[in-house]
Nanobody, 124 residues
Framework: QVQLVESGGGLVQAGGSLRLSCAAS????????MGWFRQVPGKEREFVAALDWGGGSTVYPDSVKGRFTISRDNAKNTVYLQMNSLKPEDTAVYYC?????????????????WGQGTQVTVSS
């Protein structure tokens, strides 16, 4: 019912910045809570950021707090992840996710729709 497409990943030096974008299809985007997760092959998918349907309430894990910022532009059906002060430990495939409920969640299982992922590689 919903398609999400991430973009903006790439190779960056440690200390650099990237902005990921997630374009959503459909006309109910504004009512979805949105999240970003990341995953390294063989590892558990890790929560990165989330915001509620109104875009006014965000949550981050300690690993990225102060460096990453999630935001959304409902008029453009797009959610963003601004990543600053990147570290090699941030290297992963980053996934955009949508939850068909207005409240935030830090759990991957609570998100119904996922993008294909975009690779972020941070070199030391």
């Amino acid at each position: 019912q919903v398609q999400l497409v991430e973009s903006g990943g790439g190779l960056v030096q440690a200390g650099g910045s990237l902005r990921l974008s997630c374009a959503a299809s459909g006309r109910t985007f504004s009512s979805y809570a949105m999240g970003w997760f990341r995953q390294v092959p063989g590892k558990e998918r890790e929560f990165v950021a989330a915001l509620d349907w109104g875009g006014g309430s965000t949550v981050y894990p300690d690993s990225v707090k102060g460096r990453f910022t999630i935001s959304r532009d409902n008029a453009k059906n797009t959610v963003y992840l601004q990543m600053n002060s990147l570290k090699p430990e941030d290297t992963a495939v980053y996934y955009c996710a949508a939850r068909t409920w207005p409240s935030r969640s830090t759990r991957a299982v609570d998100y119904a729709y996922w993008g294909q992922g975009t690779q972020v590689t941070v070199s030391s």
